[in-house]
């Protein structure tokens, strides 16, 4: 019964620390995906405004 006490002990810390990394490589995988979803919207942004700028160049070139 103690040597059972005893390796169920040995078990769950082991589990308790594997655990403690998958927590963090999922912590910084949500940064690193954050981070890309960031520069994902920077860029849009960025092309969104050039578009915007083109065709109002456009249109105002049409009006004249």
């Given at each position: ?13 082991a589990y308790q620390e594997v ?7 999922e912590a910084k995988q949500k940064k690193i995906d954050a981070e ?29």
């Amino acid at each position: 019964e103690r040597q059972a006490d005893h390796a169920r002990t040995e078990v769950n810390a082991a589990y308790q620390e594997v655990r403690k990394y998958e927590l963090a490589k999922e912590a910084k995988q949500k940064k690193i995906d954050a981070e890309l979803d960031r520069k994902a919207r920077i860029l849009m942004d960025e092309m969104g405004l050039e578009l915007h700028r083109r065709n109002s160049a456009t249109s105002s070139t049409w009006r004249e």
